[in-house]
C-alpha cells in the first residue's frame, strides 16, 4: 500500500522503462520500511525527441507526489521534461540513473534544480550512491545505495553477515547469504564474483563487482568475532 506524502514512512517515486528501475522498486518494497509508487515508459524511443511531452502523456502523475523521485527515463531529451513535472508538483530531489549521456546536460539541468529549488543527483549506476548534502537523499542512501555490511567471523571463518546498506539491485543480500561459509581471505573476490551471479540489470556490472569487493574488505576491518 502506498502511503501518503505526509507519512513517516518515506516516499520514492520511480519511473521505470522497460526493465530499468524494476530492481529498484522490488527492492524497496521487500528490503526496507519505505513506500514505492511507481509508472512506466515505453521502453522504444526515437534517438532525437523535439516533443518529449508526447512520450509523458500517460504517466501516472502520483508518482511525483513523493518525497523523492527516481527516474530511468534515460533519455537526454526526455529526463529534463520529468524533471520539470517534478519541480511543477513539488518534489525535492530527484536522482538520476545513467549519467548525464542519459539526463541531459549538466548545465540544463543545473538550471532546472535552481528554478524548481530541486536538488538533482546524477549517478552512473544506484550502487554508487552515497552522502550529499541533501537530507532527503541522505535518508535513502542511508538504505539503499553503495552497500555497507556487518561481517562476523570465527577462526578465519565469515559466519554472519548483516546489510547495513543494501544497492538496489537487491544483490546485497544475495552476496551476504552466500558469503556465510567463506574465509576471510577469500571473501572480497567471492563478493565481487556473487554479484555478477545475480540478476542483475546493471550494464556496468564489471563496476558493481568491484564496489562489492571493496565494501567487504572495510567490513572485514571492523569484524566482529
Not at 511543477?88 to 546536460?105: D, E, L, N, Q, S
Not at 528554478?115 to 543527483?121: A, E, F, P, T
Request: aromatic share 6%; with cysteine.
Amino acid at each position: 500500500m502506498v502511503k501518503a506524502k505526509d507519512d513517516a514512512t518515506m516516499l520514492i517515486g520511480v519511473i521505470t522503462r522497460g526493465e530499468h528501475g524494476l530492481d529498484m522498486v522490488e527492492t524497496i518494497e521487500s528490503k526496507t520500511d519505505m513506500s514505492v509508487i511507481s509508472t512506466t515508459l515505453p521502453s522504444d524511443m526515437p534517438e532525437f525527441i523535439e516533443d518529449a511531452t508526447h512520450f509523458l502523456k500517460g504517466i501516472d502523475e502520483a508518482v511525483f507526489n513523493v518525497d523523492m523521485l527516481i527516474t530511468y527515463s534515460l533519455h537526454p531529451d526526455l529526463t529534463p521534461e520529468v524533471i520539470k513535472l517534478a519541480g511543477k508538483y513539488g518534489t525535492r530531489a530527484v536522482i538520476v540513473p545513467g549519467g548525464y549521456a542519459r539526463a541531459g546536460t549538466k548545465k540544463r539541468l543545473d538550471e532546472l534544480s535552481q528554478r524548481y529549488k530541486i536538488h538533482i543527483l546524477v549517478d552512473e549506476i544506484c550502487c554508487t550512491l552515497e552522502t550529499c548534502e541533501n537530507d532527503i537523499i541522505n535518508e535513502f542512501t542511508s538504505k539503499l545505495g553503495r552497500p555497507k555490511y556487518k561481517v562476523t567471523t570465527s577462526n578465519g571463518i565469515i559466519t554472519k553477515v548483516d546489510v547495513i546498506t543494501g544497492t538496489p539491485c537487491g544483490g546485497s543480500w544475495f552476496v551476504a547469504e552466500n558469503l556465510v561459509g567463506t574465509s576471510s581471505s577469500e571473501a572480497p573476490i567471492r563478493a565481487s564474483l556473487l554479484i555478477q551471479y545475480y540478476p542483475c540489470r546493471n550494464e556496468n556490472i564489471h563496476k558493481a563487482a568491484e564496489i562489492q569487493k571493496e565494501a567487504i574488505i572495510e567490513a572485514l576491518g571492523t569484524s566482529t568475532s
